[in-house]
């Protein structure tokens, strides 16, 4: 299931403007890899480029290449809606259709696309998504209520429940827990343990010591200045990253002397 | 909270510089309404005329806001005083605009009950002369009438919106919402003419049909329809189409599926204001649409009467009998606003069971 | 921002689905469909006057003789209106968002609502039985002590169906829509902007000065034109309020008023024949080149108020 | 549920088993008519339960502009076919063939005031002439004081109401002040009154907004069709030597008293009103509404209900149903006569 | 010009939620004191309730007392007015007012009290407040431009020009450099070190090296979980929090094990 991401010399701009500059990196499979670094420096820009979500702004576009096990996402031809099947995403802010219930949210992938499925398919794959996020428990009898009456760390993880539905082969998460309170933050961050088993994951975060707990390696990026462009400074094991970096401003940055 | 210390307190807190105690615009506004009574009535005895209640209510609303101000002004400064000033001011239009509300409600209320009776919703006027029969035609023929009118433009109403935020950019976007906003000035007299011409091209001289009249209106729906839809668009969060699209659904389908029903309640709120805006209309239906006394459920064929129309007909050749037609008239005005009313209930049920469901 | 994107890149390269490009072609067509229908009336519209603009006419008049004072008419009527409606409806609204208590406020905004439903005829019946005697002694009262004032230049009408009672009645119609959207404009006024008048020590009214009439300016003008469109081109309520005459003149209590396109439109088609027609006609081409004129003057200045919000 | 077939409000009697007739049959045209109209209809559509008929007052133009067009198969209209209408092309009409104007509806014209405590007023054209000129503005002038001695007049100013919108009601009563008044009615006839001439009158629109404005106002006075007087105070017109008030029978003897209109095509009867007549108990402001058809019909059938209709709108049983909710004048026994033989001779 | 702020066993509910409970603690004059904690906790809500401005939100109210310099801000016939007139407030997202220039914004609140200001003076005071704010040689050559054509960290100086022109005696700041790059966000954090010479201080921080660089005293706030109340920890100087708190959860929270 999961895949390999390889990204070359990638710079991503947003109609004149230059928001992110030469970034490579290579992405095992079956791993978490937290990118990491101060507001604006391009992290959630970058992050979007991996599924060509970017692409719903008006006026980004990317230059370079990112290789899913070493087919070019961009490559003519290619199809954003099935590069976005492969590659799911899971955003800051929970965002569960506010017009759907519990179950019909996490078929979402499904019914939005017009695909049929037997009843009895689909209640397996409910229950096996919601298990796979660990939410069946607190929800399996409520089903049917919309899902935006769940509390804030629930509807995250009804969103993680959505996106693992479509069996993607790489999660992308943009600050999944930012916006959630401490308990609930604990729960993704298991949750993020486990779905490593299946799922290349990639998870933005501004919380080192999430970034510190949850991933095997570490990406951290900065920028020169408002309008300047965001560049990937150090990538590494994390543990290196937070013990002994190579670069000077990743040492200040993870010992907090700025950001 | 406790009265024993605050006024020692209250003598030392810095904080509480200058303030009028609660109560006392309400005071203020009774003097002055008082006041405002006494001068009516001594102008009434003067002059002979009947005691005024409108002279009442003018001297004493700026007696009022003459007094809070000056009282602000004095207590508690400036700043106060026109902030005091402009909550009389502003409490003050919206009291004013008010009245006509009343006034026209209870006018057509008052007046249409008389002919509120089981004959009034059950007969056409066929071979009904002087006093009696009813407007089931004129109300079966508005509503047909208003459904084609609906059936025409709203769809064009919303794929218009949906291109106009979701795909439209350039120029072309641009010159729709121009000449929508143009749209919306079309006199609806000149809507009627120019559904008449139409379909005059096509049927001959003299044609007459609900669907012409269903055109006419449409003219004036669209553009209503579309500003509405546009707006309910443009407050779908972008999270929600991001959500759906990252789960690789198709643009189209990620529209019709996920941004449509976010803002259906919206939209069918618009719809209803849009048909409340045209199911009154009566020029461009006495052009197209026709008179007649007649039962007619077929929009396509033949002479169809509808409640505005009525309503001016039963009021422009009343026979001998006038106050018999100025029943007919009033009541099937009332009805006309019952019925817009009962629209605005059904779209707000349907709002309230769409709508997204608030978190938490 | 669209700056043209250097050659090399990869900015579309997806294959269109069919099913996205029928849905998108719908939508365009949809909007093509109403710069058609415009058009066909702009067409119908020109077609019918070009007779009665070159002439002749009945009487030997010009047909821009003929048409300047229900012109005229038509603009002071919507003026007046306009001049009571705006204000009130910019204070009902400010009223409804930020005065009045939340449970109330909607259903006063409701009730405000409601006026927008009132078919145009009704208006027309309640101005005529209602507002109009209800107004004469105030202008007989006006025509009397202020009569050097020319606006109420003696003698008042004895029957109170004057320019302004229509003015009021059309006021009235226009009221409900341009609150509504100047309510919801003004509910969209930025918090942060809020917040921040008056975490500086701002009152409520300093606050809506500072953050609220600001922002809902350009919406405030957006809507105003909304409601002026509605005035200019109502037709039945002011053909049965109005005591007509054609006159040119600002006097608004007197019994010779100024008639309006739209109205004249009403009084006149039904016994209409011939040249008549398309003078008549030809005067709905002016109302509707008058709204294309006000729009376009509208989104100027909405476009020359608006202070770019982005960085 | 007064749309089903078999009517309860079918007078006894009722020759409805007999009637084969059936179809649709449209009209439009004079508004004056339109209550006359609907009680036409309703008498015709009880006898003839499969026939629908409609008629659209949409005014006398109006009307005749679509039976032109052949929009309408007879139309209503307070003045008969101009000959310039003549001339060209009707429509639903065999070509050739010439429509006939046929007078079957004579309606008395009122001039109505509000005063308060005066019912009715005697006066002469020329006082009528003077108010609605602007030459006389005050109830208590002495032109109105000496022909009603003992009615108590105030001395509030006049405030005279007319039509604004294009009338045949206007035409019929500037046609009296002008033959009867000249001297003080200058501008002649008119069916639109002018904005630029006897600017004190105030204008309103339909005979409704005449009679709304009148008693809604003060000192007020109107012209409006008689039927539509009510309480209003109305007032006696001076003919010859006596003051008449307007009935029903002054009108018809209007009509009665007066000649054709010369040079009309054979079967035509156009009035030419009589205004300044002095015989006793003769009302001269009246209006006449003319049902105007085609001689021959291209489609036989709209003949034959046109044919029939027109028979019942003239006979005396239709004139009496249009006198009773719309308080217009039978027309007498002789001009029935002349006009069934026309309708008779319709194809 | 600074004083002293006493917050006396505050609740505060939105409705009938109660959002905080039992709130106690004493503020110095010319301080800087963080409030710091996960999400929800509640740090904004009693930041706010400092100058009333809760009462902003339909249905919030508080209960207890605040005392600045001994007089209760909650007292009666208190004007919330003047209590904000004399603790400013900066917030999360730069707020300048869009439709007024540089200038007026810096003078937008000072003009509600003093029309009549001379021009000179005025001049005095724009310059005095951009310098306070450390932004007066960016913008001096551009005053007339819309203070929203300024880059985010100059907006959110812009704004802080805004706040100390009607000279508070407190200034509250919510998450002040939480939308802003590191350069802008060091600049920020100069500043503060700069106005506690004058002013007392409030700060709420997400970022744990943030509020250990600029404060001197932290209030650490907690919350058992979705709809309980957030209750205040423990508060005490910074130094003390940071390295040896006397409570087991600030401890688990300020090393990164949770949050
Ligand atoms: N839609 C957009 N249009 C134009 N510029 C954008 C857009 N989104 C982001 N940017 C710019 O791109 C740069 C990188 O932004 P991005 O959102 O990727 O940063 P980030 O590292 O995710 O920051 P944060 O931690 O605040 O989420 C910033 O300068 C930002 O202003
Ligand atoms: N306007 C509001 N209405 C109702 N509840 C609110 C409102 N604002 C905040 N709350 C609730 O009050 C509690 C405290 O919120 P508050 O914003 O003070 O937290 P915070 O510590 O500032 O969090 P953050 O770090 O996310 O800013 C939360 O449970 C929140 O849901
Ligand atoms: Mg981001
Ligand atoms: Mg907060
Ligand atoms: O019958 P008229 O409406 O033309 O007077």
Chains 1, 5 share one sequence.
């Not at chain 1, 990491?36 to 702004?57: A, Q």
């Not at chain 2, 105690?21 to 001594?42: I, Y």
């Not at chain 2, 026109?82 to 239009?93: E, Q, W, Y």
């Not at chain 4, 307007?246 to 009665?256: I, S, Y």
Request: proline share 5%; with cysteine; aromatic share 8%.
């Amino acid at each position: 299931m999961s895949k390999r991401i390889e990204i070359n010399d990638l710079d991503v701009y947003y109609g004149a403007f230059k928001a992110v500059e030469g970034v490579s990196l290579e992405i095992e499979p079956r791993s978490v890899t937290a990118f990491i670094g101060p507001s604006g420096c391009g992290k959630s820009t970058v992050l979007r480029t991996i599924n060509r979500m970017h692409e719903v702004i008006a006026g980004a576009y990317v230059d370079g290449e990112i290789l899913l096990d070493g087919a070019n996402l961009y490559g003519s031809g290619v199809d954003p809606v099935n590069v976005r099947r492969q590659i799911g995403m899971v955003f800051q802010r929970p965002n569960p259709f506010p017009t759907m219930t519990i179950r019909e949210n996490v078929l979402a992938g499904v019914l939005l696309n017009n695909r049929r499925m037997s009843k009895g398919d689909q209640d397996d794959l409910v229950e096996r998504s919601l298990r796979g996020a660990n939410l069946w428990n607190e929800v399996k009898d409520r089903l049917g209520i919309p899902g935006s009456g769940l509390s804030g760390g629930q509807q995250q993880r009804l969103c993680i429940a959505r996106a693992i539905a479509v069996s993607p082969d790489v999660l992308l998460m943009d600050e999944p827990c930012s916006a959630l309170d401490p308990i609930s933050t604990l729960a993704i961050e298991d949750l993020i343990e486990e779905l490593k088993q299946e799922y290349t994951i990639v998870i933005v975060t501004h919380n080192m010591q999430q970034a510190s707990r949850v991933s095997d390696k570490t990406a951290f990026f900065n920028i020169a200045g408002t309008g300047k462009p965001g560049k990937l400074i150090e990538y590494d094991e994390t543990t290196r990253i937070f013990s002994n970096p190579s670069v000077q401003s990743t040492e200040d940055y993870v010992s907090g002397r700025f950001g | 909270m406790t009265t024993t210390i605050s006024a020692p307190r209250q003598a030392q807190n810095p904080l509480t510089a200058g303030q009028l105690p609660r109560w006392s615009p309400w005071a203020t506004l009774l003097a002055a309404l008082l006041v405002g009574a006494a001068v009516a009535g001594l102008i009434a005895g003067a002059s002979g005329a009947q005691f005024s209640i409108v002279t009442t209510a003018v001297i004493g609303f700026v007696l009022y806001l003459v007094a809070i101000t000056v009282v602000s002004q004095l207590i508690e400064g400036g700043r106060k005083a026109t902030d005091r000033f402009v909550t009389g001011l502003v409490t003050g239009a919206f009291l004013l605009a008010l009245i006509p509300l009343v006034s026209l409600v209870v006018t057509v209320v008052a007046n249409g009950l008389a002919r509120f009776d089981l004959e009034f919703f059950t007969y056409s006027m066929r071979n009904v002369v002087g006093e009696g029969g009813g407007v089931l035609h004129a109300i079966v023929g508005t509503l047909l009438v208003t459904l084609w009118a609906a059936i025409i433009s709203v769809p064009v109403g919303i794929f218009t919106a949906i291109y106009l935020v979701e795909y439209g950019k350039g120029k072309l976007a641009k010159a729709i919402t121009f000449f929508v906003d143009v749209m919306t000035g079309i006199p609806s007299i000149v809507a009627g003419l120019f559904a008449y011409a139409l379909f005059a091209l096509f049927f001959g001289e003299g044609v007459r049909s609900g669907i012409g009249g269903a055109v006419a209106l449409s003219l004036l729906m669209i553009p209503t329809v579309v500003r509405s839809t546009e707006e309910m668009l443009k407050l779908v969060p972008n999270d929600l189409r991001e959500a759906s699209l990252a789960l690789g659904v198709p643009k189209w389908l990620t529209i019709a599926k996920v941004v449509l029903p976010t803002a259906l309640a919206g939209i069918v709120t618009g719809v209803t204001l849009a048909v409340a805006r045209v199911i009154g209309e009566t020029a461009p239906l006495l052009i197209i649409a026709g008179f007649t006394t007649n039962m007619n459920y077929n929009v396509f064929d033949g002479r169809m009467m509808t409640l505005p129309v009525f309503a001016y007909n039963q009021y422009v050749s009343p026979g001998v009998q006038e106050q018999a037609y100025f029943d007919r008239a009033w009541a099937a005005a009332l009805i006309l606003i019952l019925i817009v009313m009962i629209l605005n209930i059904v779209a707000r049920l349907i709002a309230h069971f769409f709508a997204p469901k608030a978190g938490r | 921002m669209t700056t043209a994107a250097p050659a090399a890149t990869t900015r579309a390269s997806a294959p269109n689905r069919p099913a996205d490009v029928i849905f998108k072609a719908v939508s365009t067509t949809a909007g093509v469909l109403i710069l058609i229908a415009l058009a066909g009336v702009a067409i119908f519209l020109v077609a019918q006057a070009v007779p009665a603009i070159i002439g002749p006419l009945p009487d030997d008049d010009s047909f821009w003789a003929w048409v300047w004072p229900l012109t005229f008419g038509t603009l002071w009527s919507a003026f007046l209106a306009m001049v009571m409606a705006v204000p009130m409806a910019i204070a009902i609204a400010l009223f409804i968002t930020h005065f009045a208590p939340r449970r109330l406020a909607s259903i006063l905004g409701y009730a405000i609502d409601l006026l927008a439903a009132i078919p145009s005829v009704i208006y027309g019946l309640w101005g005529i039985a209602v507002l109009a005697p209800f107004m004469q002694p105030a202008y007989a009262w006006l025509a009397e002590n202020l009569g050097w004032i020319p606006l109420f230049s003696p003698p008042a009408s004895g029957t109170g169906r004057t320019i302004l009672t229509a003015a009021i009645v059309l006021a009235v119609m226009v009221l409900p829509i341009i609150t509504a959207l100047c309510r919801e404009i003004f509910l969209q006024t930025p918090r942060l902007n809020e917040e921040a008048s008056l975490a500086l020590g701002a009152t409520r009214w300093e606050m809506i000065r500072m953050a609220v009439l600001p922002h809902g300016r350009s919406g405030i003008i957006a809507s105003s034109i909304l409601g002026l469109g509605r005035a200019l081109g109502e037709t039945m309520a002011v053909a049965m309020v109005l005591a007509s005459a054609g006159a040119v003149t600002f006097v608004v209590v007197g019994s010779q008023n100024p008639s309006t396109i739209a109205a004249n439109i009403a009084l006149r088609f039904p016994e209409a024949h011939g040249i008549t027609v398309n003078m008549l006609i030809g005067s709905g081409l002016v109302l509707f080149a008058i709204t294309l004129l006000v729009n376009a003057i509208s989104r100027w200045i909405i476009a020359k108020t608006t202070v770019d919000g982005g960085r | 549920a007064n749309e089903s077939g078999a009517d309860e409000a079918a007078p006894e009697g009722s020759q409805a088993a007999g009637s084969s007739l059936s179809g649709d049959l449209a009209g439009a045209g004079a508004s004056s008519m339109g209550a006359a109209q609907e009680a036409w209809i309703a008498g015709f559509q009880t006898e003839n339960p499969d026939v629908n008929v409609t008629y659209d007052p949409a005014g006398s133009g109006a009307g005749r502009e679509q039976f032109i067009a052949g929009g309408v198969s007879f139309a209503g209209s307070d003045a008969y076919l101009k000959d310039e209408e003549l001339e060209g092309e009707f429509g639903a009409c065999v070509p050739d063939t010439l429509p006939v104007d046929l007078p079957v509806y004579i309606s008395p014209i009122a001039v109505i005031f509000n005063v308060e405590g005066v019912d009715s007023l005697n006066m002469d054209a020329s006082t009528i002439a003077k108010i609605f000129s602007g030459q006389i503005t005050s109830w208590d002038d002495p032109a109105i004081a000496e022909q009603n001695e003992g009615v108590e007049l105030p001395a509030t100013p006049i405030q005279p109401v007319h039509r604004s919108d294009d009338s045949g009601t206007t035409e019929n009563f500037t046609e009296y002040l002008a033959a009867t008044a000249a001297a003080d009615w200058t501008e002649g006839v008119f069916e639109t009154w002018p904005s630029s001439v006897y600017s004190t009158s105030e204008g309103a629109q339909g005979t409704s907004g005449v009679v709304d404005a009148v008693s809604n106002g003060t000192g007020t006075i109107g012209y409006a069709d008689a039927s539509r007087a009510g309480d209003l105070g109305t007032v006696a017109l001076k003919v010859g030597e006596e003051y008449v008030p307007f009935t029903a029978d002054a009108a018809a003897a209007a009509v009665d008293a007066s000649p054709r209109v010369e040079g009309r095509h054979e079967g035509d009867i156009a009035v030419e009103l009589d205004r300044t007549t002095t015989e006793a108990g003769v009302y001269p402001l009246v209006l006449i509404s003319y049902a105007i058809a085609c001689s021959e019909y291209q489609d036989a059938e709209a003949g034959e209900l046109v044919k029939a209709y027109l028979s019942y709108v003239a006979s005396e049983e239709g004139q009496a149903a249009g006198q009773e909710n719309a308080g217009n004048a039978p027309i007498s026994d002789e001009l029935r006569d002349e006009i069934l033989a026309v309708v008779d001779s319709i194809q």
